[in-house]
DNA sequence: CTTCATGTAACATCATAAGTGGCATGAAGC
DNA sequence: GCTTCATGCCACTTATGATGTTACATGAAG
């Protein structure tokens, strides 16, 4: 199965956006996350609905932070794309006739339903300004290299 | 993602094996399962290879069971499926040159290495043995119903 | 009114689980 | 021996979803 890495590559952005002034265009995130425009803005998409980044359009335009990185969390990011399938596994069927079926969803119905709330509980731990932290904290550990220079 | 229900599938398979006396030939297992019967040697191929199971072909043959199902746990089970892959997301790129890119694989990372440790900790806290005997406390509650004709 | 940038739809690509057909192998029954 | 039944396994197809790409409309700045 592949990998669904939209929570992954959506941060990134936050957190190169986070470190520019102005607005910056879905062409530079774009050669930065080595992708195409177009799967910039359908990431962010999401995320400009719920004011957590702002696009504008023309000369000067492109993506900008739209909140305080202290109040969003990795969780609220996650559910503004649209709360992506967690885990890889699942039950062959809901709601089967069969005993052994129900006995065998039970089992792990309850496993995955506790993965699935460590996870969304970890994620609402962890704000966007602690990540942003933990940036400049390597920036410094590593001395203050420039940001977007070892994409590749 | 499509999810994988190799897992869900398997026990299902096992938990009828265990109320078997002979030998289940893949086809009848592949009706039970609505599916064919190719995917379930496929299926049970691993789990013959550790001995959970056996076959035996030619007339008469078919799959038993191959050991205790007090000593086998559905981590057991989830290792002779090959170990599939357990979450749905991950970090986009593995040792990235990009700072920001560590920072976001540390935080996400750790969460998804603990809900994967979760989730085995849990699989391999449950037997198969447990497992069908809860399969028994529900036929006793539902009325003792015969297993495989409530399949569709 | 030209240029730049987003917004969006439509389509192509790629990976993987699942489904299917065909054929070889081996065991039981005649 | 030979037929039948069942597994073992390979190659191919199908289905699904993330990702990549092209094309065009919209709107803002110069």
């Known amino acids: 199965m592949k990998r669904d890495s939209r929570l992954s590559g959506v941060l990134h952005l936050l957190l190169h956006l986070a470190q520019q002034d102005g607005p910056v265009t879905s062409d530079v ?7 195409n425009p177009v799967v910039i ?19 000067g335009g492109g993506w900008t932070l739209g909140s305080d990185l202290a109040k969003v969390t990795l969780r609220d990011v996650y559910l503004a794309l649209g709360s992506p399938t967690l885990l890889a596994m ?6 089967p006739g069969c005993l052994v079926e129900q006995a065998v969803n039970a089992a792990l119905g309850s496993s995955f339903d506790a993965a699935e709330a460590l996870l969304l509980a970890r994620f609402g731990e962890v704000t966007l300004a ?7 904290r390597r920036m410094k550990a590593g001395g203050v290299r420039q940001l977007g220079k070892a994409h590749r």
Do not use: C, F, P
């Open 90 to 95: 699942g039950n062959r069927t809901e709601a």
């Open 29 to 35: 995130l774009a050669q930065v996350m080595d992708t």
């Open 41 to 59: 803005r359908r990431i962010l998409a999401g995320l400009r609905e719920r004011g957590y980044v702002r696009s504008e359009k023309g000369h």
């Open 130 to 136: 602690r990540l942003h932290a933990d940036v400049v």
